[in-house]
């Protein structure tokens, strides 16, 4: 066998004496021939198969050999020849598509990518198609153009049909392979899995769709089932009306058009053809039909639409009038709502606008602005009390067109004044008579007046409605029932008025007052609770006096005492004429309520107050409560006493500890017995270093700890017990000397230096406490070493709780002053500190904040402005210079020009000029910052860049076209605000027309 870069050569052992020599073969020599030269490939070898390999693709070869035996070397054979080939590659797949025009399918395929050796060449090409039955056949004969060497072949659909006996849209499947001039063939291609399908004419194409397109009609359709060939022409024909003639329009529907194939919609101008020459009038619907082609032919012709939009017209007058919009009218604002048009009077087209025109008291016709398609219409600056006209017409694509009719008379009304001149009086003795002058009906008629009259809480309740009379009358009995309430004898009655015209309610009148009335009620509630004169768990004594609350005007004649046990309800217990004492008999542990009522010759008032008692009596006196120290922790124990009641329960213990001075003191920081924990264990442990807290007890070794204590229940506390029977002597807190020694020293027994290592670092030393005295009688363990920066209100830990005897602070700041102090902690808690000592460093001043940029009103100048830093690096150091810089356009920082201010008033300004020689434009917000240096030469940060402030400004934009409307006996001149360029108006300039010498 063969290939491109090897070739295996085989040969049989001979057998025969005749060949053998009649002796056994010992060896072969194998050579081959190249360029006239013979070369060993096997020297001596008894193999009979040899790989030649590494040879040149297209090269021939020559080979031949011979045989040993005992005796010798036979003779070489004849030479045989070899090329160094294969067979081609195999070819891609191949490719088809249907024929625009034609639609035959159209097969190609590229060469092998290996022709099987360098020197050879493809001589032949076999292309073969697949049958419907499954069976490939020779396709070659079929080829009706182009030829298979140059890789080609167009079948037509009647060939495909007849001899593949293939259905339209089945797949064209076909497959080629390729012979070199070696004449090997290559392998077959793969079978394509894609590509044309055998095609036929275009399905029936649905309905096409009519809609408006303005001052034309669009006719739509949408692509048929091409069949697998594409669509190369449309056909749309359309109604001559009446005729059943359908004609093409092929300047504006042109279906060979590629832009009309493409889009799949022409339009159709509605004057001309469809009107002129097609003989359509407006609101018809045109009839079209359409079909399309492709190779094969034609389709089957649509269905003709005879739907879709219709001729549009101009608007025509509408049928309705505009009227009031009740809800939004008001005052010199007149709204009218537009109503809604017909299909036909739209002339079936969209409006575009709506012209309004209306008269004024039977004038002439005024033409309002423009106010698009909104069908809600507003006139401001209405003449109040005037009767308006209002017509409109409708624009739609083809013009304006005709004005409805005028509207009904709207009147410009606004709701009424207030009414004026209040009075009032008594109309009889029963009786007050309210009155006031007419409000201004504001164009409109007075129909209702109502009064609202002042109740007992201050509010305003309405009391009359009436009509358009100006004066009312009301009992008062009336007044002094709810919701008024006004029954204390000599009451003031303050009313206030309101008018209703067709436009709603105007405003309130201001409040006026009215003649005092005298009023008999049953008498208002007893102030004040019965009071409990004394009560122990089983009775109680309840005390009631005479009521300082009204009589209602009529004298008290009774009392009512009424009692509650355990929040239930309220009974009597007793009723009399008289103040009273009433002894009752209790349930201990049971809760009661007290109250009382009075009463007149109306009846009796509400009740009192309650006032409510637990029948019980105070704790007994506690037992001597017990101390005990133990690792820094005192604890104070005490048994509970009777609690007073059944059921009553201990709510609180107070627990007193005897001062240095021999007084005593609760502090309840440390032993609260008010709380779950001590009322539930009936104890209380705390440090015993408080106890030596100079404010509070200021107890030291010498003393004991004393403590009584007193027991509360919800009545009251108990009498102190008795004091601690053998009380624990003190153990204190490590003592600290008055003022700290900045020395080293080993005599102290709390002493610390200072030393300044550098101008960033200071390091600090202390000794140890070492008596008794000194270190409160246990062992010292630990250390708490703090600083701050002179002036802060706040320390810093550097040793929080070691036993070091020493420490370095880095990264002092330079210029600064720092200060330190220390103490030492034993089991019962931290000495106190020792005096500071400080030392100065330095640093840079603070950063400043972000400037601050205004527009000058005056000339539009941009003022920037800048504060102090809170801090200028050091005490003594001042601030020596300023830099500001602002960002240029490109963003670079660069120095501003400052026209006015100077840096010492912290103030630069920068004309809008300037600002724009660094490239900055109209709306360009102008960004700074700014660092100062103080007198040791240390720059600060630059501030944050500002994020607002003082932009770019320019002239302001083009004003709009100013608006004049009737203002009476006046023209008022409106305009809008321009654009004002990010500098405040100044001033406006209107100027008026003067006919004789122009512009004023």
Same mark, same amino acid.
Request: proline share 4%; net charge neutral.
């Given at each position: ?19 053998? %020599? ?21 020297? #001596? ?9 590494? =040879? ?45 025009? &034609? ?108 809609? #408006? ?44 058009? +590629? ?15 469809? $009107? ?93 602005? +423009?106010?698009? @398609? ?11 009390? %005037? ?16 004005? !409805?009719?005028?509207?009904?008379? $709207? ?9 004026? +001149? ?50 009312? $009358? ?17 009451? @003031? ?14 405003? =309130? ?11 008999? @009620? ?16 089983? !009775? ?37 004429? +008289? ?92 032993? &609260? %017995?008010?709380?779950?924990?001590? =009322? ?73 230096? @200072? ?53 370095? =602070? ?191």
């Amino acid at each position: 066998s063969a290939t491109e870069s090897q070739i295996v050569l085989t040969w049989t052992t001979p057998t025969a004496a005749s060949e053998t %020599g009649g002796s056994s073969i010992t060896g072969y020599n194998l050579q081959y021939q190249l360029s006239g030269t013979w070369t060993d490939l096997l020297a #001596d070898s008894l193999v009979t198969t040899y790989t030649h390999t590494g =040879l040149s693709s297209g090269t021939e070869y020559a080979y031949r050999y011979r045989a040993k035996n005992v005796h010798g070397w036979s003779s070489y054979i004849t030479s045989v020849t070899f090329t160094a080939c294969s067979a081609p590659s195999q070819p891609a797949a191949i490719t088809s598509l249907v024929a625009f025009d &034609d639609a035959d399918v159209q097969i190609t395929w590229s060469a092998p990518t290996n022709k099987g050796g360098n020197s050879l060449t493809i001589t032949a090409y076999e292309l073969q198609v697949k049958h419907e039955n499954g069976n490939y056949l020779d396709a070659s004969s079929y080829c009706q153009e182009g030829s298979l060497s140059l890789r080609q072949c167009t079948i037509t659909k009647a060939n495909l049909a007849t001899n593949y006996v293939l259905a339209v849209g089945d797949l064209i499947v076909a497959k080629v392979r390729a012979k070199n001039s070696k004449n090997l063939w290559s392998e077959w291609s793969a079978p394509n899995t894609v590509g044309a399908q055998l095609p036929d004419a275009p399905a029936k194409m649905a309905t096409p769709v009519v809609t #408006d397109a303005g001052l034309k009609l669009r006719i739509t359709w949408t692509e048929p089932t091409t069949n697998y060939a594409p669509i190369k022409a449309y056909k749309i024909e359309i109604e001559n009306k009446g005729t059943s003639t359908y004609v093409l329009d092929t300047t504006n529907c042109d279906g060979t058009n +590629s832009q009309i194939i493409s889009n799949k919609y022409c339009e159709v101008p509605i004057a001309t053809p469809l $009107i002129a020459t097609y003989s359509y009038a407006a609101f018809d619907n045109i009839k079209v039909k359409v079909s399309a082609q492709n190779g094969i032919g034609w389709s089957t012709v649509s269905d003709v639409c005879s739907t879709g939009a219709v001729i549009t017209r101009i608007p025509s007058a509408p049928s309705s009038v505009p009227t009031k919009n009740t809800a939004l009218t008001t005052g010199t604002t007149v709204v009218v709502d537009l109503p809604s048009l017909t299909t036909d009077e739209t002339g079936r087209s969209t409006i575009t606008e709506y012209s309004v025109i209306y008269t004024l008291n039977g004038g002439g016709e005024v033409t309002m602005p +423009s106010q698009g @398609t909104s069908t809600q219409i507003t006139l401001t600056g209405a003449t109040l009390g %005037g009767v308006y006209k209002f017509k409109y017409a409708a624009r739609n694509v083809h013009g304006l067109g005709t004005y !409805s009719s005028f509207s009904a008379d $709207i009147k410009a009304v606004d709701t009424p004044a207030a009414p004026t +001149s209040l009075t009032c009086a008594y109309d009889s003795t029963v009786n007050i008579k309210f009155s006031w002058t007419a409000a201004a009906a504001n164009g409109g008629t007075i129909s209702a007046n109502k009064v609202y009259i002042k109740d007992i809480n201050g509010n305003y309740v309405e009391a009359l409605t009436l009509g358009s009379v100006t004066e009312g $009358i009301i009992a008062m009995s009336t007044l002094a029932a709810s919701p008024y309430s006004l029954s204390t004898s000599g009451e @003031t009655v303050y009313f206030k008025v309101k008018s209703t015209n067709e436009m709603g309610d105007g405003p =309130l009148t201001s409040f006026t007052s009215c003649a005092a009335i005298n009023m008999k @009620t049953i008498p208002s509630a007893p102030t004040s609770a019965p009071t409990i004169g004394s009560y122990t768990e089983t !009775s109680a004594t309840v005390n009631w006096v005479a009521s300082t609350a009204s009589n209602g005007g009529l004298a008290f004649t009774n009392y009512k005492v009424e009692m509650a046990e355990g929040g239930g309800a309220f009974t009597q217990i007793i009723e009399t004429n +008289s103040v009273w004492t009433k002894d009752e008999t209790l349930t201990s542990g049971q809760t009661y309520s007290f109250r009382y009522r009075v009463r007149n010759a109306i009846g009796y008032s509400e009740a009192s107050p309650s006032v409510t008692i637990k029948a019980m009596t105070v704790p007994v006196k506690p037992s001597a409560p017990t101390a005990s120290i133990s690792s820094g922790t005192t604890t104070i124990e005490w048994s509970s006493p009777y609690s007073g009641g059944v059921g009553v329960s201990i709510t609180q213990y107070q627990i007193q500890i005897k001062k240095k001075d021999t007084s005593w003191l609760e502090d309840t920081s440390i032993c &609260d %017995g008010s709380t779950s924990t001590a =009322l539930t264990t009936l104890k209380c442990s705390f440090s015993t270093s408080a106890l030596t807290n100079s404010v509070n007890f200021n107890l030291d070794s010498s003393d004991s700890i004393v403590a009584r204590i007193r027991a509360k229940n919800e009545r009251d506390w108990s009498t102190y017990s008795d004091a601690t029977i053998s009380p624990p002597e003190m153990h204190t807190t490590p003592v600290t000397q008055p003022s700290l020694t900045i020395v080293v020293s080993n005599s102290a027994r709390m002493l610390f230096t @200072t030393r300044k290592l550098s101008s960033k670092n200071i390091a600090i030393s202390w000794t140890t406490p070492t008596t008794d005295a000194q270190t409160g009688r246990d062992p010292i363990l630990g250390y708490n070493l703090q600083y701050r920066q002179v002036g802060a209100s706040s320390w810093i830990d550097l040793v929080t709780d070691s036993l070091v005897n020493s420490h370095t =602070l880095s990264g002092v700041n330079s210029g600064t002053n720092y200060e330190f102090r220390i103490r030492s902690r034993n089991v019962n808690g931290w000495s106190s500190f020792s005096s500071s000592t400080s030392q100065v460093a330095s640093t840079a001043p603070s950063t400043l904040s972000p400037i601050s940029s205004i527009i000058d009103k005056t000339n539009a100048n941009i003022i920037l402005a800048w504060g102090s830093p809170t801090s200028t690096g050091g005490t003594g150091l001042t601030i020596t210079s300023t830099e500001v810089l602002v960002k240029h356009k490109n963003g670079e920082w660069v120095t501003p020009t400052c026209e006015e201010g100077n840096y010492d008033q912290r103030v630069c300004t920068v004309t809008q000029t300037n600002a724009k020689n660094i490239g900055l434009e109209t709306g360009d917000l102008l960004v700074a910052k700014v660092k100062v240096k103080n007198s040791a030469n240390i720059w600060s940060a630059y501030s944050t860049p500002n994020t607002a402030g003082g932009k770019i400004a320019a002239a302001p934009a083009k004003m709009t076209t100013p608006v004049v409307t009737d203002a009476g006996l006046k023209l008022r001149i409106t305009w809008t605000e321009p654009n004002f360029n990010n500098a405040p108006i100044t001033a406006y300039k209107i100027s008026i027309w003067n006919n004789n010498a122009g512009p004023a």
